[in-house]
C-alpha cells in the first residue's frame, strides 16, 4: 500500500507582505528608517551649504596652507610664526598625544598600585588610598588641573633665586646639580647624541624584546611544569647590563646637555613647561582615581579560592597577586579600562585653561580665530579625535581578546 504525501502549493510573494507578513515586516522598517535618516542628513548637509554659500562662507581648507603668524611655546617638532596653519595644527596634535600617552601611562601605574593598595589589610594604607580616590572622584578635573599649576607658578623659586648670592650661596639649590623645579617649569638634562647611538639604541630595544621574551618563558615553564623561576633581579639584568657595556665600550656615544641659568632664565637641558606638568599630573591623578575602583572591583571579582589554592602551594602573596590574581582580573579590567583612557585622552582638551598649546588650543583656538573657519577647524578636530579613540579602542580591544580564557 502505497501513500502520496501532496506538498501544499507554495505561496508567491506579494508586496502586501512588507507590511502584514511578520517575516518581512521588522526588514521594511529598517529600510524605511534608514532612508529617512539619510534624508534627514541630505537635508540638513545641504541647508548648511546653502546657509554658508549665500554668506560667502563656502566650505574650504585652503586656509591651512596660510601663514599661522603664531608662537607656540611647546613643540615637538621645528615651527616658527612663518609657517602654516597646517603645521601648527601638527604642533598642536602631537602636543595632545604627548600629554595623552603620558597620562595613560602615569595614571596606570597609579591606578593599578592604589588599587592593591586599596584591599590592603594595613587600616592606615587602605583609608588612605580611600581618601584619595573619594578626594580625586568628587571634585572636578578642571579645579584639580588650576590647583596644580597653582602650586607649581606659585610655590616654587624663580630662576634668579638659583643664583648664587653676595656669599657664594643661592636661595635655591639645584639637585644633584642637574634638576631645577622653577615657576617657570621643569629643567633636566638633556641626551645629546654621538655618532654610535643608533647602535645604543638597538641594544636597547634588543635588550627589552629579551625581556619580554624571558617574562613569556617564565610564565610558560610556571603554567607546564610549576618550576618557578625568579623574575625581577633578571628581568633588570637583561635591560640594564647589555646597554651599560654597550655604552662602555663604544666609548659613550650619549652625553648629557645640563641646564645652566643664563641671564634670567635656564639654557640647554630639556625645559618641561608648568601647563604640561599640571595637565599631566591632574589627568594622571584624576582618571587613576577611577582605574583605582576599577582594579578593585576586578580583583575582588577573582574568587578568594584562587588565593588560598596559591598559598597551600607555597606562592608568596606578591607573586599570588601578579601570576593568579592579575591575570584573571584583567578580563574584568579591562573593558572599563578602556573608557577610561578614552576619557583622559579626551578630557586633554582643557589644557587651554593652563594655556598648553593642544590641538585645541591651535587648531581649535587660534587659527578657528584668526580665520573664521569654524566649521572647517570644529570638523578637523572632531576627526582627530574620533581617529584617536578609535585607535586606542582597536589596540585595548586586542589586549582584551589576548585575556579570554583559552580551550585546550
Not at 48 to 73: C, H, M
Not at 299 to 307: A, F, H, M, N, R
Not at 319 to 347: C, G, H
Amino acid at each position: 500500500m502505497s501513500s502520496m504525501t501532496d506538498s501544499p502549493p507554495r505561496e508567491s510573494f506579494r508586496l502586501s507582505q512588507l507590511i502584514y507578513d511578520t517575516r518581512y515586516r521588522s526588514l521594511t522598517i529598517q529600510v524605511v528608517t534608514l532612508l529617512l535618516v539619510c534624508a534627514g542628513v541630505y537635508w540638513l548637509i545641504n541647508n548648511l551649504l546653502v546657509n554658508l554659500t549665500a554668506k560667502d562662507l563656502e566650505p574650504s581648507f585652503s586656509f591651512l596652507q596660510s601663514r599661522a603668524g603664531y608662537d607656540i611655546g611647546t613643540t615637538l617638532i621645528p615651527y616658527t610664526n612663518a609657517d602654516t596653519h597646517l603645521r601648527a595644527a601638527y604642533v598642536g596634535i602631537l602636543n595632545t598625544l604627548l600629554v595623552a600617552a603620558l597620562g595613560i601611562v602615569l595614571a596606570t601605574i597609579i591606578g593599578v598600585l592604589a588599587g592593591v593598595a586599596r584591599l590592603s589589610k594595613n587600616w592606615i594604607v587602605s583609608r588612605l588610598m580611600a581618601v584619595y580616590v573619594e578626594g580625586f572622584r568628587n571634585v572636578p578635573l578642571l579645579l584639580w588641573i588650576l590647583l596644580i599649576y597653582a602650586v607649581f607658578s606659585e610655590s616654587t623659586p624663580q630662576p634668579r633665586d638659583f643664583r648664587p648670592g653676595p656669599d657664594g650661596t643661592a636661595a635655591s639649590s639645584m639637585i644633584w646639580d642637574s634638576f631645577a623645579v622653577t615657576n617657570r617649569g621643569f629643567y633636566m638634562p638633556a641626551p645629546v647624541w654621538g655618532p654610535s647611538s643608533e647602535i645604543l639604541g638597538i641594544v636597547f630595544l634588543a635588550s627589552i624584546l629579551a625581556a619580554f621574551l624571558y617574562r613569556r618563558y617564565a610564565k610558560k615553564l610556571l603554567y607546564d611544569t610549576g618550576r618557578l623561576l625568579p623574575m625581577v633581579w633578571p628581568i633588570f639584568a637583561i635591560l640594564i647590563v647589555p646597554v651599560v657595556l654597550a655604552f662602555f665600550v663604544m666609548g659613550r656615544p650619549v652625553t648629557l646637555d645640563y641646564p645652566v641659568l643664563k641671564g634670567f632664565n635656564f639654557g640647554g637641558g630639556i625645559q618641561i613647561s608648568n601647563p604640561l606638568m599640571a595637565l599631566w599630573l591632574a589627568l594622571s591623578l584624576y582618571t587613576g582615581a577611577f582605574i583605582t575602583e576599577i582594579v578593585r572591583a576586578g580583583i575582588l571579582s577573582v574568587s578568594k579560592g584562587q588565593s588560598e589554592a596559591a598559598a597551600a602551594l607555597g606562592v608568596r602573596p606578591n607573586r599570588a597577586m601578579s601570576l593568579v590574581i592579575l591575570p584573571q582580573a584583567m578580563r574584568v579590567i579591562i573593558p572599563p579600562l578602556t573608557s577610561q583612557y578614552l576619557n583622559l585622552t579626551k578630557n586633554s582638551s582643557l589644557a587651554i585653561a593652563v594655556g598648553y598649546p593642544d590641538v585645541k588650543a591651535t587648531l581649535g583656538g587660534i587659527t578657528l580665530n584668526q580665520t573664521g573657519r569654524a566649521l572647517e577647524c570644529m570638523l578637523l578636530m572632531g576627526l582627530f579625535y574620533l581617529a584617536l579613540s578609535l585607535v586606542i579602542s582597536f589596540v585595548m580591544n586586542i589586549i582584551n581578546n589576548s585575556m579570554k580564557l583559552q580551550e585546550r
